[in-house]
């Protein structure tokens, strides 16, 4: 079973689920605990390959990586706490593993929040993807991810979410990192199948201003998805919203999930 921490709250019947992206951990989320722990149970796991399910569990991960394992990952730390259903609260490629949950298990899921939501691979993006796949033998993986961070991160004021997802890959280990790459092989495909059909399920996206490679997408979605979704973009932000607007991104999703469950 993957790592995962629970920091309980008696008083709450409800769960937020968080789940962090590729090349970061659960210690990503550090800013977000203790201000949703005053209002619900909180459960934060680590990926297969990253933070405390690296070692231990990467001799049990043999086969090909695909979003639906990472998926059933998740889904049996849910069952073995005897969580009937959550909160789902993701960052960049978490948002691809909670969507691929609530397509496998929708009863679960009683709200997704996706953050930094990866729902297109715009033409830069794809390039990126190429290169990767073209050097993720010859190259040294941090390498390949210090580039994307400046890619995907470009702008100074997003320099402590580069920093904290560069140090929190180098703790990956370069064949865990190729795992996690060709995943993008199948990207494209499940991204067009997320983007027609609207689950039934109420989701929140939150996006950055300045994350100019995702949020167009995430626009032209919550457009035709109107019955279930609801956008919020976060000033003078890139990629990590949780990260570099911690308490704007903590007060939008504690009162979106107060509002529609709650109250």
Same mark, same amino acid.
Not at 26 to 50: A, E, Y
Not at 120 to 143: A, C, D, E, H, W
Not at 160 to 173: G, T, V
């Given at each position: 079973?993957?790592?995962?921490?629970?920091? *309980?709250?008696?008083?709450?019947?409800?769960?937020?689920?968080?789940?962090?992206?590729?090349?970061?951990?659960?210690?990503?989320?550090?800013?977000? /605990?203790?201000?949703?722990?005053?209002?619900?149970?909180?459960?934060?796991?680590?990926?297969?390959?990253?933070?405390?399910?690296?070692?231990?569990?990467?001799?049990?991960?043999?086969?090909?990586?695909?979003?639906?394992?990472?998926?059933?990952?998740?889904?049996?730390?849910?069952?073995? +706490?005897?969580?009937?259903?959550?909160?789902?609260?993701?960052?960049?490629?978490?948002?691809?593993?909670?969507?691929?949950? =609530? *397509?496998?298990?929708?009863?679960?899921?009683?709200?997704? /929040?996706?953050?930094?939501?990866?729902?297109?691979?715009?033409?830069?993006?794809?390039?990126?993807?190429?290169?990767?796949?073209?050097?993720?033998?010859?190259?040294?993986?941090?390498? +390949?991810?210090?580039?994307? =961070?400046?890619?995907?991160?470009?702008?100074?004021?997003?320099?402590?979410?580069?920093?904290?997802?560069?140090?929190?890959?180098?703790?990956?280990?370069?064949?865990?990192?190729?795992?996690?790459?060709?995943?993008?092989? *199948?990207?494209?495909?499940?991204?067009?199948?997320?983007?027609?059909? *609207?689950?039934?399920?109420?989701?929140?996206?939150?996006?950055?201003?300045?994350?100019?490679?995702? +949020?167009? =997408?995430?626009?032209?979605?919550?457009?035709?998805?109107?019955?279930?979704?609801?956008?919020?973009?976060?000033?003078?932000?890139?990629?990590?919203?949780?990260?570099?607007?911690?308490?704007?991104?903590?007060?939008?999703?504690?009162?979106?999930?107060?509002?529609?469950?709650?109250?």
């Amino acid at each position: 079973m993957i790592s995962y921490t629970v920091y *309980e709250n008696n008083a709450s019947p409800e769960w937020v689920t968080f789940v962090h992206g590729a090349g970061g951990s659960s210690s990503i989320w550090f800013k977000q /605990i203790r201000d949703f722990q005053k209002h619900f149970n909180v459960l934060v796991v680590d990926l297969r390959g990253h933070g405390n399910s690296n070692k231990s569990l990467s001799k049990g991960f043999k086969q090909k990586y695909t979003f639906k394992a990472i998926a059933e990952d998740v889904i049996e730390v849910i069952d073995f +706490l005897k969580i009937k259903k959550s909160h789902f609260v993701g960052i960049s490629l978490g948002s691809i593993v909670i969507r691929q949950l =609530a *397509e496998m298990q929708s009863e679960k899921v009683k709200s997704m /929040i996706l953050g930094g939501a990866i729902l297109k691979m715009n033409f830069r993006s794809q390039i990126l993807m190429r290169l990767g796949n073209t050097f993720k033998y010859v190259l040294p993986y941090l390498i +390949l991810y210090k580039f994307f =961070a400046f890619v995907i991160m470009p702008k100074k004021n997003h320099r402590k979410s580069r920093l904290l997802f560069i140090n929190e890959a180098k703790k990956i280990y370069q064949k865990e990192f190729i795992k996690w790459f060709k995943l993008t092989a *199948e990207i494209n495909p499940i991204l067009r199948y997320f983007r027609q059909i *609207e689950l039934d399920i109420p989701t929140l996206y939150v996006m950055g201003e300045e994350d100019y490679m995702f +949020l167009p =997408a995430v626009k032209e979605v919550v457009k035709n998805h109107f019955r279930t979704s609801e956008l919020f973009v976060v000033p003078n932000c890139g990629h990590v919203v949780n990260v570099e607007q911690a308490l704007v991104f903590n007060n939008t999703v504690v009162s979106y999930i107060q509002r529609k469950f709650i109250a």
